[in-house]
């Protein structure tokens, strides 16, 4: 499960970064060839290969491009055709195509040139500005006029690391646009890489990757970058004449292309303008600073080329798109994968403009069928081959570089992309260590022992792997104040479609029973959205959850460092034997999960056994609060609607309610109570919304209340910040335990103005370290009723709460020493506490 916990990573992070963005690709096999004509295009005078020369038949939107060698290959569906070979900068070539002539035909361009002194222009101020003010009239004057249209395309994305390819995939689609109802698009053929037959579906995206650079609005991994043609982009951009080449006998402006304002979402490069047409040839364009894709990606280079045709009619529109991509991942300091390589060479062709479409491909309420994808998904390859390179559905297609031919030749089933992607940071570092390789090590113990006394059912159930997960066994370390020093061993074993886990501990600190913890769960699919699991736990367990602190299973790893250097101990602890039963059910759409959980638990207090610390300090841990013993029965229900997001990267918009009731008419239980709870998780994107991490608002409300005589181990907890990790979703000026209390209502904010502030000052050191600036604040507080109250005097069982409600407000400085840490200033209003600290590990 090393493998998997890569491979998780992978879907994760790499394939959400393959460019997003939505314009037309796709292609499938030609179905008729008369002939299929190969060869290159090259300089006439050195003899040098020209790539992407674009290869057109005469009268037709039927084409192809040369590869970087400047080979090609193009069928024609009938004979005699003339083949049109184009190239800026060089004289066009046009040769008849009969039956009689060879297969192999090379075309040789002469070069063609014109002085600057050469230019006219009409107008009047920037040369550069004239000529793409009437680029921009020109393309008001046909776009409206452009309804829908159906393409063919061909795509190859070659995946590499800093050392050689890693995998090749390919697709031949259709693609249909419609102004009003978007793209879809239809898979006809594809293949890859023999070690691409274990990538799951929705792997690779074909649609979602070509982009059309003529648009208003192009989108770049979630930007929304504003297009050279953009009605107002002249007041985006400052365009330069730089000079003129020639075309077929007209005048060729190649104007460079520089944001006006670094603030603004846009691209710099270069745009070739045919005179006269006043159209767009070519452009070589790459997205500016204002890209803002760090935290993720550390390091980006990517640069668009792409060219352009109006085939003979009014519109313009794309030939092909050239896409390279270089990425730096790094997932905070904990995980970092190797550089990835990105290339990517679509050929767009056939386009059928203005043509009906199908009306079945958008279905009712505009629901895609079985047979499109949308424009904005993935699109999946449920079939790749390791067929021979020239076997992609029928061709033809752009032919391979000799380094793709290899990867095709010598890549077998063996070579796993997800092992040529390394984890670097801390996950690489135990991987080092021979920590996780077939086996592995796992920190703070198993995430649903700890999720069991979660006050939202099913949260923990959410992170059944550990952090680091692998098959064969797997130990479990951790420490407290209760366990003392825990040493377990984790199993996971699949029997066909049935996954069970089973795990054994051995804890230092208590005598008795206690000394042993073991259990284990199973997990059956009921079909492709429906699974039932059962598990049975015996050990002790924290009494309250750490929703805010990422996962259960990174509270016990932190708190056991903490409770290690002589910190108080975060947690109460309580013994717990239970057995659950559950059903999930997982709907698409709208993306909402359903959980019903049986439980049957007996509930036992535990006492504190240390006070050990490893630096020797003289630090007395608080003593674990005793709880109500007795047998726990009880019905949950869990419903969670919307995305949790990835580690505060991605943006998080979910709502999770959840009921569970106890009482002594069900199963006999020894408790009668009602708990409801509720939590709602919100980003808004405030600010220069444009880019791929706006400015942008994060919200949580968190609330529970309960009737009846609910027990301490139910009860609702606001989150603390006693350690040096302090997530959102915690109150930092509370720095010792959290509030508590069977009723609780909180409201978490942080708008992040990410590097703005300084950019603004144009102050370029933190930019570059991208460093973020964060206005915070908290706010809540926790009831307990009288009788309650008085019960738990009664034992002798204090809890804090807040008596009035807790306000806080803050200021944070993130990204320091590479991101791993946060300075925080936070100031609490209802009392003179004033919290200075830093925060580590920080993911947002």
Known sequence: MARRTALRLFYLVLLPLLPLAVGPTAAHAQDTTAALLEGRVVDAETGDPLPQANLRIADTYQGTITNVDGQYTLALDSLPATVVVRYVGYESARRRITADKESRQVFRLAPSTVQMDEVQVTGSGNPGETIMRRVIENKQAWWPALKRYSVEAYNRFTLANDTAIVAVAESQTTAFWDAERGTREVVRSQRGTANLQGIAESALPAAATVLNLYEDNVGVFGNQMVGVTHPDALDYYDFTLDTT????????????????????????????????????????????PSLST?????????????????????????????????????????????????????????????????????GADGETDEVAVRADSTV??????????????????????????????????????????????????????????????SFGGDADET?????????????????????????????????????????????????VTGRGGYNTGPSGST???YGG???????????????????????????????PLWARLSNSLWTLAGAPDYFDYFGNERLHVSVRHAFSSPNLGLALRLRNERHFSVAKSTDYNALGRSVTQPVNPAVGDGWLRSVALTATLG???????????????????????????????????????????????????????DLRIDAGASFGALPLQRFGVIEASPQPYTPFGALRTLDDRPYQGEHHVALFWEHNFRTVPFELLGWQAPVEQDIELLLHGGHGRTWIDDGTEQRLQRRGTAVQRADGFHHEVGLSVNGLLEDTLRLDLTKRLDASGLSVGVSLLRFW
């Open 521 to 551: 769960d199973a997990t059956l699919p009921l079909g492709d959205n429906t699974t039932l699991s059962a598990g049975y736990h015996y050990g002790i367990e924290p009494r309250y959850r750490a929703r805010s602190r990422i996962a």
């Open 294 to 362: 760090s935290r993720v990606l550390k390091e980006v280079d990517i640069t668009f080329e792409q060219q352009f045709s109006n085939f003979g009619g009014p519109y313009w529109l794309p030939v092909d798109f050239r896409a390279r991509r270089d990425l730096d991942v790094q997932l905070s300091a904990l995980i970092s994968l190797s550089d990835i390589r990105i290339r990517q060479v679509s050929r767009l062709n056939e386009y059928q403009i203005n043509e009906p479409l199908p009306d079945s491909l958008y």
């Open 643 to 697: 995305d949790g997001g990835l580690l505060g990267v991605l943006p998080i918009n979910r709502l999770q309610g959840s009921v569970e009731h106890s009482d002594p008419g069900l199963a006999a239980s020894d408790f009668d109570f009602t708990r409801v709870e509720a939590v709602a998780d919100a980003r808004i994107e405030t600010f220069f919304q444009r880019r791929f991490r706006p400015n942008a608002l």
């Open 515 to 517: 000394q042993w913890s």
């Open 451 to 499: 999720a069991a006394s979660d006050t939202t059912d099913g949260a923990g159930d959410e992170a059944t792997a550990s952090f680091v997960d692998v098959e064969g066994g797997l130990p479990i370390l951790r420490f407290n104040r209760v366990e003392g020093g825990h040493v377990g061993l984790r199993l996971d074993l699949g029997v066909g479609p049935l996954a």
């Open 380 to 441: 999946g390859i449920p079939a790749l081959s390791s067929a021979q390179p020239d076997s992609l559905g029928g061709g033809p297609f752009v032919p391979y570089s000799q380094d793709e031919q290899t990867a095709y030749e010598q890549i077998d089933s063996t070579d796993t992309v997800q092992n040529a992607f390394d984890p670097g940071g801390l996950y690489g570092w135990l991987q080092d260590l021979g920590l996780v390789e077939e086996g592995g090590i």
């Open 245 to 288: 080449r020639a075309i077929d006998g007209r005048q060729a402006f190649r104007i460079e292309v520089e944001p006006a304002n670094r603030l603004s979402s846009t691209f710099r490069g270069t745009v070739t303008v045919l005179d006269s047409a006043y159209a767009l040839l070519e452009a070589q364009l790459r997205p500016t």
